[in-house]
């Protein structure tokens, strides 16, 4: 008889089958991989599904927001060792609070209460002439400007 390859491949998938039930075990084990491998396959399935020119452009933008973000933060750092920026940096920064902000004082202690009576009764005289306002008998105090001639 006479093998030709015709027979050989008819046989080939009968044969495989064969060897693959002989070979493997019934159950194969469930191998855990480690969590560094897994977070690496989701990042390299994420960059798959787009495009290779969406992510070298991805890849520029975020090179140069770090550029940014490093000379910005390099730039602040030169500017508040100059004494000259940093005070008129915290000069602003203070008048855009102060004209932002109520300061209100409350206590629910009698004798705390009677203290602070006191305390805003003698700031209201001296600060009288100097236009500051008060409200509600003194218990709340509107902060103006650091000008006392702006106060209100």
């Known amino acids: 008889m006479k093998i030709t390859d015709d027979m050989l491949s008819a046989q080939a998938a009968e044969a495989r089958e064969l060897w693959l039930q002989a070979c493997t ?3 194969l084990p469930e191998h855990r991989f480690s969590r560094k491998f897994r977070r690496e396959m989701r990042r390299l ?3 798959q599904k787009h495009s290779a ?3 070298r452009n991805l890849r520029l933008a975020r090179r140069t927001a770090a550029v940014l973000l490093l000379s910005a933060a390099v730039s602040f750092g030169c500017a508040m060792s100059v004494e000259a920026y940093r005070v008129s940096l915290i000069n602003t920064v203070v008048r855009v609070f102060n ?3 109520d300061y209100r004082f409350s206590s629910a202690l009698p004798s705390e209460t009677d203290s ?3 305390f805003w009764k003698s700031l ?3 600060w009288r002439g100097s236009g500051g306002c ?3 008998g003194g218990s709340a105090c ?3 400007c650091l000008d006392a001639s702006s106060w209100h």
């Open 25 to 27: 075990p019934d159950a």
């Open 45 to 47: 399935v994420r960059a």
């Open 53 to 55: 020119a969406f992510n």
């Open 99 to 101: 004209d932002l902000t």
């Open 116 to 118: 602070m009576q006191r």
């Open 124 to 126: 209201t005289r001296s």
């Open 134 to 136: 008060f409200g509600n």
């Open 142 to 144: 509107c902060w103006g």
